[in-house]
């Protein structure tokens, strides 16, 4: 009986992947310039966004002290960057909140 039925789970995959073979095989009707348009638009910023942050997962992996500076520079321009506490260095203001650091200050 075991036999039977591990049969017919080998016929059902192959009959179920040559159905979908079969309906990849099969060609779509041409698609008007309007319709072009409207998917184009719709997909735009979709592929950039995704290939770009495969890239930088791989040159996270590849190149880890880069990461960490696109981080520190992200910090930096928000304001929130204290390099003691950072390093764990016990400095004279060692357990403060963060400032922002003001814009005369972020530029020397």
């Known amino acids: 009986m075991s036999d039977w039925i591990g049969l017919g789970l080998f016929v059902f995959v192959i009959v179920g992947a040559l159905v979908g ?7 779509r009707p041409p698609m008007t310039n309007e319709e072009f348009e409207r998917r184009a638009a719709e997909a735009r910023g ?11 997962s791989l040159q996270k992996l590849l190149n880890p002290k880069a990461a960490e500076a696109v981080e520190v520079q992200k910090d930096l321009r928000a304001g929130f960057y204290d390099a003691q ?11 403060r909140e963060r400032e922002p650091i003001s814009e005369e200050e972020d530029d020397a």
Do not use: F, H, I, N
């Open 21 to 27: 073979l079969s309906s990849l095989g099969k060609t």
């Open 46 to 56: 979709t592929m950039s966004a995704g290939a770009a942050g495969v890239m930088y």
């Open 85 to 95: 506490s950072e390093q764990g260095g016990g400095g004279p203001d060692e357990g």
